[in-house]
């Protein structure tokens, strides 16, 4: 588990998913609980673990923390300390580059991120903003000697063969002990008036292997700017690379072990904006934007933690995982008495 935020509590995050540093390796902090004190929305304290009160432990990794009940105390699987590879991953279209050439090169990247989370391998991007360029880090874990070259060269590879449209790099930085490597990233806590909109969405393995132009068209669609660049940021986007394929039976969102990225595309701005161009400004994340990642992906939803709660539209294709709950409360004929925000 790593969390770089003073603002996140380890429930909500570990209960409603919990992506970290480690996720690629270790799981999300839901598959990580083993086990949780619930006061539950009839007043008893349990104790919910592979043993006691299963459907309550099932529901709660994944489902979110206050859907069914207080929690009181969680705990959580340890592991002996890794060491940690940190990674710069760096990719900007050549002078010249058509953005859609850039786009389609974007969208290839990600098959090389699948193979690399296959191996265990967690990482996080950012692009957009206004460039055609993508930063980001990837972390591996536990590395002998020779694996790292060996698992970045089929990445290099591509790009050098995709030279003429970009300029790459993959290089690794630097190998610590991992709580060195958590201690050397910089906290960060929410603060000030920026108002800003967003629209996410999981992009499953099925598009990266099948449906790469769609995937680009979507990247390029959901970086155009639809207001004036002085007062509002241009869209970016931030990838987070999916969770531990290693299954484990509980509510998480079943996109986490299917997907290769977790992609979030956001604009931002200030208040002097007058509300109506705000407005059009999030008519057009959630309308256009939005629906073109809905298009691209139907069948997978958003990240439980990270959706924009106030986007009634979003929220009807964000709770996959709740409605899976559902799914496999049938299915598992569970009976949780109740369950509060249904
Ligand atoms: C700056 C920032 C950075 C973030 N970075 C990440 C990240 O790296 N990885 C990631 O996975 N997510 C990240 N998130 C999302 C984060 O996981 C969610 O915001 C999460 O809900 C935070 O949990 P909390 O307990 O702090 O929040 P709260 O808003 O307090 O709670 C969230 C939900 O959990 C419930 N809850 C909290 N505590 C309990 C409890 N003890 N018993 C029962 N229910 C409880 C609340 O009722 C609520 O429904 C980030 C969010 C922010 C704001």
Redesign the pocket.
């Known amino acids: 588990m790593a969390?770089?935020?003073q603002?996140?509590?380890v429930?909500?995050?570990a209960?409603?998913?919990?992506?970290?540093l480690a996720t690629g390796k270790y799981g999300m902090?839901a598959d990580n609980i083993i086990e949780a004190v619930v006061v539950t929305p009839t007043g008893e304290v349990v104790a919910a673990n592979a043993c006691q009160n299963r459907d309550l432990f099932w529901a709660i990794r994944g489902g979110?923390?206050?859907t069914f009940?207080?929690?009181l105390s969680v705990t959580l699987k340890a592991y002996p300390m890794p060491s940690v590879t940190l990674v710069n991953l760096s990719m900007s279209a050549k002078n010249g580059t058509h953005p859609s050439s850039w786009y389609r090169f974007v969208a290839r990247a990600h098959a090389h991120l699948d193979l690399l989370q296959e191996a265990g391998v967690h990482g996080y991007y950012t692009m957009g903003g206004g460039s055609l360029t993508l930063q980001g880090a990837l972390l591996i874990y536990d590395a002998q000697n020779g694996t790292v070259e060996n698992l970045l060269a089929p990445m290099r590879r591509f790009f050098d063969a995709s030279n003429a449209t970009a300029t790459s790099n993959l290089t690794p930085l630097v190998t610590l002990p991992w709580y060195e490597l958590v201690e050397m990233m910089p906290t960060?806590e929410?603060v000030g008036t920026k108002q800003s909109v967003r629209a996410s969405r999981f992009i499953p393995r099925k598009v990266v292997k099948d449906d790469i132009e769609l995937f680009a068209e979507t990247l390029e669609a959901i970086t155009s700017h639809p207001g004036p660049l002085n007062v509002i940021s241009p869209p970016s986007i931030s990838g987070t690379m999916t969770g531990s394929r290693t299954p484990v039976d509980n509510a998480l969102n079943p996109a986490w072990r299917d997907s290769v990225v977790h992609i979030i595309t956001s604009q931002s701005w200030d208040e002097s904006l007058p509300p109506a161009v705000a407005d059009r400004v999030v008519h057009n994340m959630t309308y256009q934007k939005g629906y073109a990642l809905r298009q691209l992906a139907p069948d997978t939803g958003a990240y439980f933690?990270?959706v924009r709660m106030q986007d009634l539209c979003l929220l009807k294709y964000a709770f996959v995982a709740n409605e899976y709950i559902s799914y496999v409360g049938q299915r598992k004929r569970v009976n949780l008495a109740v369950v509060f925000f249904r």
């Open positions: 969390l770089a935020s603002d996140v509590g429930v909500g995050w209960t409603g998913g919990g992506h970290g902090g979110g923390g206050g009940g207080v929690i960060t929410s933690n990270e």
